[in-house]
């Protein structure tokens, strides 16, 4: 898998859990911690120091089902606005530093903690509240209205978006874009 078949891995593993907590699925733990570590990865060499190609088979299998076989399309829509949002905040640089000052003092105050610990979810949220929420497009999540009432499940669905976002930054800049979601899904799938 080449980097930007890793990025869209992550982006589609990030959309594809998302979807999993809104309509009340079950998820791997570890599914989510292997995308919400990428978040406290600054400045690396290459993607694969950003998400583990090993714990993204969940990210492959909800890409197929998107782009080969035209299952959960809405996903497509999320990865899409996560594109969009990366590239305002991209273009925002205070927003940008501020949000990077947050992860890295959550890293520093982490302690060891699982990144799934619902305090540690709840901090991510709010940084994705404070920073990418104001911003638009505003990604809309269906689901469960009990599940989207739930505040661990609010919590993680927040974080994975930012995560999906942190996905998307790494995406374009391996050369991916918004637009070949929609007319290039063939060859997306080789690079998977």
């Known amino acids: 898998m080449n980097e930007r078949g890793l990025a869209l891995a992550a982006m589609f593993q990030c959309a594809g859990l998302v979807d999993d907590l809104a309509y009340r699925r079950p998820v791997h733990e570890s599914d989510l911690a292997c995308v ?9 060499p290459e993607a694969r120091a950003v998400f ?6 969940t990210g492959r299998q909800v890409a197929r089902e998107c782009l080969d076989q035209s299952k959960r399309l809405h996903l497509i829509g999320y990865l899409g606005n996560m594109t969009a949002l990366q590239a305002r905040l991209n273009n925002r640089p205070a927003s940008s530093e501020a949000l990077r000052t947050g992860l890295q003092q ?3 105050t982490q302690n060891g903690r699982p990144l799934t610990q619902l305090d540690v979810l709840e901090t ?8 990418i ?12 209205p009990q599940a989207l009432r739930n505040a661990r499940t609010v919590a ?6 930012l995560a999906g976002i942190r996905a998307a930054r790494l995406w374009t800049q391996t050369g991916g874009s ?8 063939k060859k997306l799938l080789s690079d998977l």
């Open 36 to 44: 919400l570590q990428g978040l406290f990865v600054f400045d690396p």
């Open 52 to 57: 583990n190609p090993a714990c993204l088979g």
């Open 106 to 108: 959550l890293q520093a």
């Open 124 to 131: 991510m949220a709010r940084l994705y509240s404070e920073h």
């Open 133 to 144: 929420s104001p911003m638009s497009p505003r990604i809309m999540v269906q689901g469960q």
């Open 156 to 161: 993680a669905i927040r974080s994975l978006l």
């Open 178 to 185: 918004r637009w070949h979601l929609v007319f290039r899904r």
